[in-house]
């Protein structure tokens, strides 16, 4: 798809080289299938674990939810 684009845009602009339209067309290939991948790990995987995240874990239940909250011992 870039490739066309590129292509049809060195139609036009006469200082566009065919290796130029190359690279650019890779490189936009590879950030557009980047950014797509990455929706979806975050959509599918990591959005689900941070909403599950809000319940306490089995130390905080096993506890009372006081994990963190003791004050030091004197010495």
Partial sequence: MFLLIGLALRS???WLSFEDVSTTSVWGSILISAGVAK????QRTLKPLA???KRPTD????????????EPAAV
Avoid at 39 to 42: D, L, S
Avoid at 59 to 70: F, H, W
Wanted: aromatic letters at 14%.
């Fill in 12 to 14: 036009q602009f006469d």
């Fill in 39 to 42: 929706w979806f790990i975050v």
């Fill in 59 to 70: 130390a905080q239940e096993q506890t009372g939810g006081k994990i963190g909250t003791e």
């Fill in 51 to 53: 909403r599950s995240r």
